[in-house]
C-alpha cells in the first residue's frame, strides 16, 4: 500500500482515540471537582458565626431610649455611679414631663383625634405604662415656684453673671426670668429683628433652648428619643423629625429663630455635672 494511503487511513483513528481520551479524563476528574465543593461548603456552614457586638445602652441615654420607661428606671438606679448622672428626683422630673403630656392635653382640651400627635400620644402612654401618674406640681421643676419667687436686688451685671453660671435645667430658668424681669437681657444684641420678647415668650423660648441642652448632654436628640417623642405629643409632627425639627415644626419661624438666637448667645457648654 502506498503510504500517502496508508496516512489518510490512519488519521481517523487517531483523532477518534484522541477524543476517546480526553472524555474519559473529564469523567474521572469530574468527581473530584464536585466533592472538593461539597466539603468545602460542609467546612463553611460549621465554622461559628462572629459574634455580634451590640454596645450597652445605660445612663440617662439608656432611659430615654426605652421602651419600657419603669424597667429602665430601675436599671438605671443599679447602675455604677459614673452612669448616674442624674439624681433620682432629678430623673423623676425629666420623666414625668413627658409622661404628664397626656394629661396636660385632655386639661388643655386638646385630646380630640388629631393625626398629627395621635400616634406619638400613643407611644407616651406606652412607654410610660407602669409608671406612677406623675404630679401635675413638680416644685422644683415648675415655672410656678419661678414666678413666685420675689425680685432681687442683683445689679442687671449681677444677674447676668448668674445667668452664665447657670447649668442644671431650673436654675437656667430661674436666672434667665431674673435676667428678664430686671430688663438686664440685652435683646437688641440677642435677636437680630430687635424683638422684645414678651413674658409668655421668654418662658417658652428658654424652655425649647432648655431642651436642646438636654438632648444634646444625653444624645436623644433623635426621633425616638422621650424628649422629641413629648415635643411631638404635645405640638404635632408630620413624619420622624429630631427634637430640632419637632421644634420647627411647632413653633413660629420668628420663635424658632430667636430660640436658635438665644441658644447662640448662652455659653456653649454642656452641663456633664
Avoid: N
Amino acid at each position: 500500500m502506498h503510504k500517502g494511503a496508508l496516512r489518510q487511513s490512519s488519521a481517523p483513528l487517531l483523532l477518534a482515540a484522541a477524543i476517546v481520551a480526553i472524555v474519559a479524563l473529564l469523567l474521572v476528574h469530574r468527581p473530584a471537582v464536585r466533592m472538593e465543593a461539597v466539603q468545602s461548603l460542609r467546612v463553611s456552614e460549621t465554622v461559628a458565626p462572629k459574634p455580634i457586638s451590640v454596645p450597652s445602652i445605660s445612663g440617662v441615654y439608656g432611659v430615654l431610649h426605652a421602651q419600657e420607661l419603669r424597667a429602665a428606671v430601675v436599671d438605671y438606679r443599679a447602675q455604677d455611679d459614673e452612669d448616674r448622672r442624674l439624681s433620682r428626683r432629678q430623673l423623676r422630673a425629666l420623666i414625668d414631663q413627658s409622661c404628664r403630656v397626656p394629661q396636660l392635653l385632655q386639661m388643655d382640651g386638646r385630646d380630640a383625634p388629631d393625626w398629627r400627635r395621635d400616634r406619638f400620644v400613643d407611644e407616651l402612654q406606652r412607654r410610660c405604662s407602669g409608671w406612677a401618674v406623675p404630679s401635675m406640681f413638680v416644685p422644683e421643676y415648675s415655672w410656678d415656684v419661678v414666678l413666685q419667687v420675689p425680685p432681687t436686688a442683683l445689679s442687671a451685671e449681677q444677674a447676668l453673671a448668674e445667668l452664665r453660671a447657670a447649668r442644671d435645667p431650673q436654675a437656667l430658668r430661674r436666672s434667665w426670668w431674673q435676667a428678664y424681669r430686671l430688663d438686664a437681657l440685652p435683646q437688641a444684641q440677642i435677636f437680630a429683628d430687635q424683638r422684645r420678647l414678651l413674658p409668655a415668650e421668654a418662658q417658652q423660648l428658654i424652655e425649647v433652648v432648655i431642651d436642646w441642652r438636654q438632648c444634646a448632654r444625653f444624645a436623644a436628640c433623635g426621633p425616638d428619643s422621650l424628649l422629641t417623642v413629648r415635643v411631638c405629643a404635645m405640638h404635632g409632627c408630620r413624619g420622624d423629625e429630631d427634637l430640632l425639627g419637632a421644634w420647627h415644626a411647632a413653633l413660629s419661624p420668628r420663635d424658632f429663630e430667636s430660640a436658635q438666637a438665644i441658644a447662640d448667645w448662652l455659653p456653649r457648654w454642656v452641663d456633664d455635672g
